[in-house]
């Protein structure tokens, strides 16, 4: 196989999202899923304050503080969020959504129920402070 046939990326670097509260999203992601912030960016002529939130393996979300009026859409209901639906983040097993399952209320967030996704993959959703749907994923290891 050559350098061209297969991809030439190796996953996501980050998510850019943005909130109303950065204070309040880097708490539940640090209170729910052990995340830490890389860097911390001070409001600027030019851009609004941010976190660059480490969620794991190399992964970050990159969240702006953005005024709440520019938030649109309804976060809450497929089709209404705009082009990018939700995200997912990886766990490295079903005992980690389980411990989840009581991390995320804890944090200020709501949580669904684990369910198998096309057999492979285990699947929660769950609602950030700010109402919006989102997922973690594990591998299933079935049969």
Do not use: Q
């Amino acid at each position: 196989m050559d350098a061209l046939s297969a991809p030439l990326t190796v996953g996501f670097n980050h998510v850019a999202t943005g909130t109303p509260d950065l204070d309040r999203i880097i708490a539940f992601y640090r209170d729910a899923f052990g995340a830490t912030v890389k860097v911390e960016i001070p409001k600027g002529p030019e851009h609004p304050r941010m976190a660059i939130i480490d969620v794991g393996s190399g992964s970050a979300m990159n969240v702006a503080e953005v005024p709440e009026g520019s938030l649109v859409g309804d976060r809450a209901r497929i089709g209404g969020r705009g082009p990018v639906d939700h995200y997912g983040l990886a766990a490295p097993s079903r005992e980690a959504l389980e411990v989840l399952l009581e991390r995320i209320p804890a944090a200020g967030g709501e949580v669904g129920e684990i369910t198998l996704l096309g057999g492979d993959t285990w699947s929660l959703f769950f609602r950030d402070p700010d109402g919006m749907e989102l997922e973690v994923c594990a591998p299933a290891h079935v049969g």
